[in-house]
């Protein structure tokens, strides 16, 4: 009888022993999986990081900083021109162009280059 109690205390303490085991195993697969997921989203960060950086360097370049001022500004340098076309002429002369050219549909056009 005395055996049985104890066999069976034994195997008691084994399942404790193993429940505890097993879940300490699963939180470190999970620890793995955080720690993996946490190192990919720190290589991303390094990458946009990279490419900021890259961006910076171009735009505090001084040919960046000339083009804006010219492009959105509209300043220059001492001794150049700045000409303004006046609305009503770029619209005749972009619809003029604009009606010259016909686009037809992509099929029609192969079609045309290979039977006309």
Known sequence: MI???????????ILIAARGLI???METIRSGERLFQSAEAVY??????KELKAQ?????????IEAEVRNKLGL??????????????LKAVLGAS???VVRLPNWLGWLKVFFK
Do not use: D
């Open 23 to 25: 879940k300490q195993t």
């Open 98 to 100: 604009q009606s010259a």
């Open 76 to 89: 220059a340098k001492k001794g150049e021109t700045i000409v303004v076309i006046p609305e009503e002429k």
């Open 44 to 49: 991303k960060l390094e990458i946009k990081n």
């Open 3 to 13: 055996k049985k109690i104890i066999v069976v205390l034994i195997v008691v303490v």
């Open 56 to 64: 910076l360097a171009v735009i505090q370049s001084p040919e960046y």
